[in-house]
């Protein structure tokens, strides 16, 4: 795909094309795994991480790639039944679109690295009770 952009493009508006089924067929998914929890961990959490690192691509009228998958694809970002942490780039959290990003997806909360695990790959007590 990095070698041939057009083959992004083309990916892209197939998926727009049935992204109305794509998130029917994952909130059945997310319903049918929330009914197999137990009743004091029946809710979900999906964190597609790495958002941030998103390569900001000029799209012209002062737009990037990131207006666009943040702020136009807001409708589908949100409509998965399950809370969604997403990871977005600081710059958009902090430019002019952030009014907007605001009213979308509530105020963002910047959270620091936090190590979960040390150098021998034992896990990390206080950052792990951080996290809960």
């Given at each position: 795909?990095?070698?041939?952009?057009?083959?992004?493009?083309?990916?892209?508006?197939?998926?727009?094309?049935?992204?109305?089924?794509?998130?029917?067929?994952?909130?059945?998914?997310?319903?049918?795994?929330?009914?197999?929890?137990?009743?004091?961990?029946?809710?979900?959490?999906?964190?597609?991480?790495?958002?941030?690192?998103?390569?900001?691509?000029?799209?012209?009228?002062?737009?990037?790639?990131?207006?666009?998958?943040?702020?136009?694809?807001?409708?589908?970002?949100?409509?998965?039944?399950?809370?969604?942490?997403?990871?977005i780039?600081?710059?958009?959290a902090?430019?002019?679109?952030?009014?907007?990003?605001?009213?979308?997806?509530?105020?963002?909360?910047?959270?620091?690295?936090?190590?979960?695990?040390?150098?021998?790959?034992?896990?990390?007590?206080?950052g792990?009770?951080?996290?809960?």
């Amino acid at each position: 795909m990095r070698r041939v952009p057009s083959t992004r493009e083309t990916i892209r508006k197939q998926v727009d094309n049935h992204s109305v089924d794509l998130i029917a067929a994952l909130n059945e998914f997310i319903e049918e795994a929330q009914k197999k929890l137990p009743e004091a961990q029946s809710k979900i959490v999906v964190i597609p991480d790495n958002l941030d690192r998103i390569i900001p691509i000029e799209r012209g009228n002062k737009r990037t790639s990131h207006d666009e998958f943040f702020l136009d694809y807001s409708n589908q970002l949100t409509a998965l039944n399950c809370h969604i942490v997403y990871t977005i780039p600081i710059s958009l959290a902090y430019s002019s679109q952030a009014t907007e990003l605001r009213n979308i997806y509530a105020s963002p909360q910047v959270l620091p690295m936090i190590m979960v695990k040390n150098r021998q790959n034992e896990s990390y007590g206080k950052g792990l009770d951080k996290l809960k």
